[in-house]
Each structure stands twice: as structure tokens, then as C-alpha cells.
């Protein structure tokens, strides 16, 4: 059975950093593709980044790219979340997932590209 467990979440104020991380088990960690998604309270859930199983590729949402940046330690099976210059609007549940083998080669980007959930962990900035 797949689990993926979130935490580092947290109430930070405006400006700075969290490290999010997403440990999995359950699955042969380095042949899945990971993502991060987020949900903001009223909101869809949205896309933040995603990284490749075989080469560490990264694709990451346009309005994200430079303040976030996704990783992965095979060894650990875990895969990461640094996400730096919080602000407000970045408040959110965010989730990690793992992403459908049917894409291969491919970065999901829309939900339905990912089979299994985290939880969630909550992200708060204050002002």
C-alpha cells in the first residue's frame, strides 16, 4: 500500500523559508515521478512542481519558478519542497503525489496525471 506522508509545515511570516518534505513508502521509490500541489482556502487545487523519476527534471509552475524548487534523495524516498520568499497568497494545503507511470517520460501537471495522495501539510504566511 502507497503512503505519502507530508510535513514542515508551519506558520511563518512574509519573507521567509519552509522545507517541505514528502516521505513515501509502499512503491519502488525512484521509478515515480513526484509532484507538489497546493490548495488554498475556496481555491482548486493547484499545480506547483513536479520532478522526473529517471533524471530529476523539473517543471514548476510560471509564477512559482525561482522562489520554489523541487527535489528528491532516492535513498530516502523522499522528495522535497524548498520553498523560499513566502508570501501571503502562498498560503495553502499543500500535497505531494506520486505521478501515474502512464506518463513515462512525462511532468504531470493536472491532478488526474497523479494515482496516490498525501495528506496535506498546511502552509500559513503572515503579513
Known amino acids: 500500500q502507497v503512503q505519502l506522508v507530508e510535513s514542515g509545515g508551519g506558520l511563518v511570516q512574509a519573507g521567509s523559508s519552509l522545507r517541505l518534505s514528502c516521505a513515501a513508502s509502499?512503491?519502488?521509490?525512484?521509478?515515480?515521478?513526484m509532484g507538489w500541489f497546493r490548495q488554498a482556502p475556496g481555491k482548486e487545487r493547484a499545480f506547483v512542481a513536479a520532478i522526473r523519476w529517471n533524471d530529476g527534471r523539473t517543471k514548476y509552475e510560471d509564477s512559482l519558478k525561482g522562489r520554489f524548487t523541487i527535489s528528491r534523495d532516492n535513498a530516502k524516498n523522499t522528495v522535497y519542497l524548498q520553498m523560499n520568499s513566502l508570501k501571503p497568497e502562498d498560503t495553502a494545503v499543500y500535497y505531494c503525489?506520486?505521478?501515474?507511470?502512464?506518463?513515462?517520460?512525462?511532468?504531470?501537471?493536472?491532478?488526474?496525471?497523479?494515482?496516490?495522495w498525501g495528506q496535506g501539510t498546511q502552509v500559513t504566511v503572515s503579513s
Open positions: 509502499g512503491l519502488t521509490f525512484s521509478n515515480y515521478g
Open positions: 503525489a506520486v505521478q501515474s507511470r502512464r506518463l513515462q517520460y512525462g511532468l504531470g501537471y493536472f491532478h488526474y496525471e497523479y494515482d496516490y
